[in-house]
């Protein structure tokens, strides 16, 4: 009994002397232009990825409007001439047509709706760094909007990786069409293959490189969620950005890729290679 209590009043000296910021390492101070977000509800990290409250970041921003559909759980903020549209559960938003996505999702935390910092930062043409130290976010913001997807997407950047995702992946996971995507924008950042979205997926230098260009599906109308996977491949994101072959090998007909290059990770029925 007297080495339990012993131990026991261990365990509180041990939290009691315990430095607050360690003993809440999930919490975070967020800074806009060196104005401190102050805010009940309190930013926090999950899964490595600083979040912080939907509303009140806006409206640090100065957003003019912020409204909430709860059929589609939709948040939409009007803010320097443009809309921002942030949707429960998905890993993007949407800002001026722009598609900004990040590898966590927007999340319901008791009753708010919560972001990725970069994502909020991202609608608001701001940059953010991180200080490991002091757990802290630094947000300097320029005070402009992003330029629009019009002004910013190639058209026929769009057109033709949006039609590859669809027909090599219309059926995956959102990640799985993101991931297709990489393969091209990551052949097309190679010195290894041509240095266009349209070179890659027409490339016959050793033979047709994609199956959709041999069997016609290429020229399929891609469905909306490839679109919108093609515009995040474009904006530079990258679930990986080495991998530079695909396969389902439960359908190939060819084994070259999984017997001559390193495998990566599995998406859905793809194996992704590098």
Known sequence: MKKFI?????VFALFAFTPARAANA????????????????TPRIINSTTYVPLRAMCELFGASQISWNDGTKTATITARGIKIYITQGNTYITAN?????????????????????R?????FASTVKWDGASYTVRISDSGKAPASGDSYYDANEVY??????????GAEPFRGKIAVGNVVMNRVASAQFP?????????????????PVANGSIYKTPNADSIIAAKICLEGYSLNNKVLYFMNP???????ISKNRPYAFTIGTHNFYY
Do not use: H, M
């Open 6 to 10: 012993f131990c026991l009043c261990f």
């Open 26 to 41: 999930a919490e975070v101070d967020v800074y806009v232009n060196n104005k401190k977000l102050v805010t009940t509800d």
């Open 97 to 117: 047509g722009r598609y900004f996505a990040s590898g966590e999702p927007v999340r319901n935390i008791e009753g708010r709706l919560y972001v990725p910092v």
């Open 119 to 123: 994502l909020i930062a991202s609608a």
């Open 160 to 169: 033709w990786l949006s039609r590859i995702i669809y027909a090599e992946s």
């Open 195 to 211: 240095n266009s979205v349209y070179g890659v997926i027409f490339d016959k230098k050793y033979g047709t490189q994609f199956s």
């Open 250 to 256: 439960r359908l190939a007909a060819n084994t070259w």
